[in-house]
Every structure is written in structure tokens, then in C-alpha cells.
């Protein structure tokens, strides 16, 4: 049951007991007296009048000898003395009053008790009337007895209400609330929210049970990030292999295109085109899986080193399957910042381009000098934070017809294919990956129109 419902049953019996003392304290009362109660009072006050009696008429018969009327007079008085004085301790003892008819004042007494409502009893030892035993219970003091008891009554269940509540917070502050907590954690658990951290408090009676549950949290986070790992791993060495295995795939081709032109042997040439289109076939699937790993990846891992600047020519001169590429000058010697994987894939992805599209001689050019770098981190909270670098500059121009000037901004998006694409093999991730690696690196990545389409690559000197 939950702790509302308990506080709500527990108010409503309250308001209940409220309003039966409210409706006490409001309707008439009815007056009545136990009458059986002042006749036991009266037979014992009778009983101790009678003794008082017994004694004064002894003491009196005792003094009587004195043949002194002066001595026998003060002797009577005595006695009477001493009958008000037992008549009065009577009186405090039962809570009544004794009216006796040789008082001067019994007429005027009596009739103001009569008139007050007073319970009046006939006083008769001997049969005759000596007096009355009085009681002042008027209807006026019952009503006020009765609303004292009422408010006694109210007082006590106010008293009783509180207790009830301050025990009710105690318990749901000692094993209720606790067991909310447990509540919402189970629910941000359940949500996938697993740093969602389980408070942990010192008077907390179940400490040890939900010291469990986080502990329990933490496995299930690091089985979470665990498998997340793995997942990226497998994901990034797919993409890999797929980037990967486009390279040799595109010198297939290109070698058989170039087999095709050259050979005269109509057999081979047949044999030729079945190798193209197995290689065709086996470029799209490997595209499509590197397009929907890619989908998946936020980026691929780069691990950046110190490497020689004289090993960047080399990987120009592994891609002379491709076309003529032409080094315009030395490539300055020093240690630069990269990835030697990534680099080549970089260089590939952009000669591979200007080979596919311009099918022109590809020009490169060295030269050191300082550009600005990007700070990738602060990329992604969008303020650049932009200082000048010292590097070197990697200029590759070819000498085609370049990138329409409404598509250059675009050439870098994720899977985007320019105009002049159709027809061509191609995922639309190459120049993208390009810039991804190159500011991985520390480093820089151009691209513009010049009598052709140019791609400046820099590389963070060490």
C-alpha cells in the first residue's frame, strides 16, 4: 500500500473522532443524576450524623453533674462546637451540604438551593425532620462539566493525531522513502540512464541492499561500455578493411583498362572484361559495406606519431598506376605530425579523384611555411579557437575542368557525389575522410579552383 493512502485513512479516522466531539460539544444535553450514587452518599452521611449525635449527647450527659448552670452552660457549648465542627468535615468529605432546622438561616437557604436545582434529601434520624442533606449538581454545572470533558476529549485526540503523524513521518523517512529512492533508480535503470548514481546515506537502514543495486549499476555500466567498445571496434576495422581494400581493387581495374587498350588477342580481352566486372562487382559491395559501417561511426581511430617528412614522396610514387605524378620540387626534410595509414589513404583518396574525374598529369608541390590550424575539440562545441602552425604544405593540382563552384562547399559532406559523379565508381566518403584524417593530425586540409581543382594538404611540423 502506498504511504498516501495509509496518511489519508489515518486523516479521515481523525476528522471522524473531530466531528463526533464537535457534534457533542453542540447538541442539548440531557440532565440527569444517578440517583443510586446520592443515595449510598446520603445512608453514610446518615450513618456518620448518627455518630456525631452519639458523641455530643455523651460529652453532654458527662458535663451534666456540674450542678453550676454556668459550667453546664459552657459544657453544651462545647458540644455544639463540636458537632459544627463534625458536621463541616462531613460536609468537605461527601462534597454536600448539611442544613439542619435550628439554623436561623434554613428557610432562606433552602428555598435559593431548591431554586438552583439542587438534589435535596429530608434528614430524619428519629422520624422527625431535623434537617436536609444538599447536594449543588444544578443543570448549569452539569453543561460545564460536559464541555470540560469534551475538550478534554478533543484535546487528547488532537494530542493522539499528532503522535499519529510524526510516527507516520518516521516511518516513511526510516523504510519508506528509502524504497522510493530504490523506485526511481529501478526507473532510470530501466531507461538506460546508467549514471544514474544511487545516494548513499548513513542512517540508511538497508544500506547494505542498496549499496547492491549501485554496485550492480556500475557492472552493468562497464559491461555497457565494454560491449560498446567492442562493437566500435569491429565497426572501425571493417571500415577499414573495406577503405582498405578499394586500393588494390582500383589498381585491378586500372590495370585491366589498360590491358584492354593494348591487348589485340580478342580471347584475352574477353578474359580481361570478366576481371573488370569482378573487380566492378566486388568495388560496390565493398562500397556498401564501408557506406553502412561508415553510417555508424562517428569517425575512424587515427594515432598520430612523429614520422619523416622524406617518406610523403614515397607514397605519391606507389600511386604512378594512376597516371603521371609529377614532383615539382624536394619535399623539405624534417619530423612531421601523422598517421602514415591515414596519410596514404588521404594521398590516394585525392589522386584517385583527380585521375577519375580531370584523367589529367597531377602536379605536387612541397614547401614550408605556417598555416592555421583548427581546434577539432572546440570544433565540436562550436567557438574555434584558431593559432598559426609551422608545417609543411603539400600542394596537388591537376588540370581539369575543377569542381563547379556551387558544389566545391559541398565536396566534404558525408556521402555527397558531385554532378559530373554519374557513371563513375564511388561512395561519396573519400575528400570527407581526407579532412577528417588531415585535422586528426593536427593538421590542415584546402581545396579550391585553379586552372584546375588543387588540394592543399598541411602537416603540423614536430
Not at 608541390?365 to 583548427?374: K, N, T
Amino acid at each position: 500500500m502506498k504511504m498516501k493512502y495509509i496518511v489519508i485513512g489515518y486523516t479521515v479516522v481523525v476528522a471522524l473522532l473531530l466531528c463526533f466531539i464537535y457534534i457533542e460539544m453542540t447538541k442539548e444535553n440531557q440532565f440527569e443524576v444517578d440517583m443510586v450514587y446520592y443515595n449510598r452518599q446520603l445512608q453514610e452521611i446518615e450513618s456518620e450524623l448518627e455518630q456525631v449525635r452519639t458523641s455530643v449527647e455523651q460529652d453532654t450527659m458527662n458535663g451534666g453533674k456540674t450542678t453550676d448552670m454556668t459550667g453546664t452552660q459552657t459544657i453544651r457549648d462545647k458540644a455544639m462546637a463540636s458537632l459544627v465542627e463534625k458536621i463541616a468535615e462531613i460536609e468537605s468529605a461527601h462534597n454536600c451540604i448539611i442544613l439542619l432546622t435550628t439554623e436561623e438561616t434554613y428557610g432562606q437557604q433552602l428555598n435559593r438551593l431548591i431554586s438552583e436545582g439542587a438534589i435535596i434529601f429530608d434528614y430524619m434520624p428519629e422520624g422527625e425532620l431535623e434537617g436536609k442533606i444538599i447536594w449543588e449538581v444544578s443543570k448549569n454545572r452539569y453543561e460545564e462539566l460536559s464541555q470540560e470533558r469534551s475538550e478534554t476529549m478533543l484535546m487528547l485526540v488532537v494530542i493522539v493525531a499528532a503522535a499519529g503523524y510524526i510516527l507516520l513521518a518516521v516511518i516513511y523517512y526510516i523504510f519508506m522513502r528509502p524504497f522510493r529512492v530504490l523506485e526511481d533508480f529501478s526507473t532510470e535503470i530501466a531507461k538506460g540512464n546508467l549514471d544514474f548514481r544511487l545516494p548513499m546515506e548513513k542512517r540508511n537502514m538497508f544500506g547494505a541492499f542498496t549499496e547492491s543495486f549501485d554496485i550492480m549499476r556500475e557492472e552493468l555500466k562497464s559491461a555497457r561500455e565494454s560491449e560498446y567498445q567492442a562493437n566500435i571496434s569491429k565497426k572501425e576495422l571493417v571500415a577499414e578493411l573495406s577503405h582498405d581494400i578499394k586500393t588494390p581493387v582500383s589498381t585491378i581495374k586500372a590495370t585491366c583498362e589498360v590491358m584492354q587498350i593494348k591487348e589485340h588477342n580478342q580471347a584475352t580481352k574477353d578474359k580481361i572484361d570478366v576481371i573488370l566486372n569482378k573487380a566492378d562487382m566486388i568495388d560496390q559491395l565493398v562500397g556498401n559495406m564501408f557506406h553502412a559501417t561508415m553510417e555508424e561511426l562517428h569517425a575512424l581511430k587515427v594515432e598520430v606519431v612523429e614520422e619523416s617528412s622524406l617518406d610523403i614522396p614515397e607514397m605519391f610514387n606507389d600511386l604512378k598506376y594512376y597516371g603521371n605524378i609529377i614532383m615539382d620540387n624536394q619535399i623539405p626534410e624534417c619530423l612531421v605530425y601523422m598517421d602514415r595509414l591515414r596519410m596514404k589513404q588521404v594521398i590516394d583518396n585525392i589522386v584517385n579523384n583527380s585521375y577519375k574525374y580531370a584523367g589529367t598529369d597531377i602536379h605536387v608541390a612541397f614547401q614550408q611555411e605556417h598555416f592555421i590550424a583548427e581546434d577539432l575539440a572546440s570544433e565540436i562545441e562550436v567557438e574555434l579557437h584558431q593559432k598559426a602552425t609551422e608545417g609543411i604544405r603539400i600542394t596537388i593540382r591537376d588540370n581539369g575542368k575543377g569542381v563547379p563552384d556551387d558544389e566545391l562547399a559541398l565536396i566534404t559532406e558525408k556521402f555527397y557525389r558531385g554532378s559530373n559523379a554519374k557513371g563513375k565508381s564511388g561512395s561519396g566518403i573519400g575528400l570527407y575522410l581526407s579532412k577528417s584524417f588531415m585535422r586528426q593530425m593536427g593538421g590542415e586540409m584546402d581545396y579550391y579552383n585553379d586552372g584546375g581543382f588543387v588540394v592543399e594538404l598541411f602537416l603540423k611540423k614536430v
